[in-house]
């Protein structure tokens, strides 16, 4: 009975547990988001972004109004297109910048995809990734190292690596697990989609 009653309360502490990840449901499926920053690679891309925007902008404003060294003085097409050109580049890439770092994976049951997504400080998302159901393979628990976290992924057979949905403990992440693999088996009985896997990683 001592293991037993052990087990039960391991249990209710990974329960109790605050959880990081927030489902908020739609008309259109439901948005999961994550409550973790974005992934490595993101952040990396965000802030070359920045660089390389701040470095644009340097740019088209020193073509406008530094001395000239291959255009000529006054403002000619030539020299207002080379800026306007270099300005929409770096508005660009500023705009990407500052898109923010709070990821999450909006699941549209209508359309039939998965969403990433990455949110700004006003909360407006920008997808930056698309996974047709038709794509997904699998959705496992991994276990984490060196902590008691897990996270949930989704396997997707065009992606080079799988979405990353959420961390918490894995009691935890297993309702979500489930909703999930329904969502996309009712997908794959109806014909469109392949067969699930659920299985941890």
């Given at each position: 009975m001592t293991q037993i009653d052990d087990m039960g309360t391991l249990a209710g502490q990974h329960l109790a547990k605050p959880s990081t990840f927030a489902i908020e449901d739609c008309y259109w499926g439901y948005m999961i988001r994550a409550g973790t920053g974005s992934r490595v690679g993101m952040s990396l891309g965000q802030v070359a972004a920045f660089?390389?925007?701040?470095c644009f902008a340097t740019a088209a404003l020193g073509i406008l109004v530094?001395?000239?060294?291959?255009f000529e003085g006054n403002f000619?097409?030539?020299?207002?297109?080379s800026a306007g050109?270099?300005?929409?580049?770096?508005?660009?890439?500023?705009?990407?910048a500052s898109r923010g770092r709070q990821t999450e994976v909006h699941v549209d049951t209508r359309v039939g995809e998965i969403r990433e997504a990455i949110c700004n400080r006003a909360g407006k998302p920008t997808t930056v990734a698309v996974y047709p159901f038709?794509?997904?393979?699998?959705?496992?628990?991994?276990q984490g190292e060196g902590?008691?976290?897990?996270?949930?992924?989704?396997?997707?057979?065009?992606?080079?690596?799988?979405?990353?949905?959420?961390?918490?403990?894995e009691a935890q992440l297993v309702p979500l697990r489930d909703r999930?693999?329904?969502?996309?088996l009712w997908h794959a009985q109806s014909g469109q989609g392949k067969p699930l896997s659920t299985k941890q990683k």
């Amino acid at each position: 009975m001592t293991q037993i009653d052990d087990m039960g309360t391991l249990a209710g502490q990974h329960l109790a547990k605050p959880s990081t990840f927030a489902i908020e449901d739609c008309y259109w499926g439901y948005m999961i988001r994550a409550g973790t920053g974005s992934r490595v690679g993101m952040s990396l891309g965000q802030v070359a972004a920045f660089f390389f925007g701040a470095c644009f902008a340097t740019a088209a404003l020193g073509i406008l109004v530094l001395p000239t060294l291959f255009f000529e003085g006054n403002f000619t097409a030539m020299r207002v297109g080379s800026a306007g050109l270099t300005g929409a580049v770096a508005a660009y890439l500023l705009w990407f910048a500052s898109r923010g770092r709070q990821t999450e994976v909006h699941v549209d049951t209508r359309v039939g995809e998965i969403r990433e997504a990455i949110c700004n400080r006003a909360g407006k998302p920008t997808t930056v990734a698309v996974y047709p159901f038709e794509t997904v393979s699998g959705v496992f628990i991994a276990q984490g190292e060196g902590n008691d976290l897990a996270q949930l992924a989704i396997d997707c057979g065009d992606a080079e690596q799988a979405v990353w949905v959420a961390e918490a403990t894995e009691a935890q992440l297993v309702p979500l697990r489930d909703r999930l693999a329904q969502d996309f088996l009712w997908h794959a009985q109806s014909g469109q989609g392949k067969p699930l896997s659920t299985k941890q990683k």
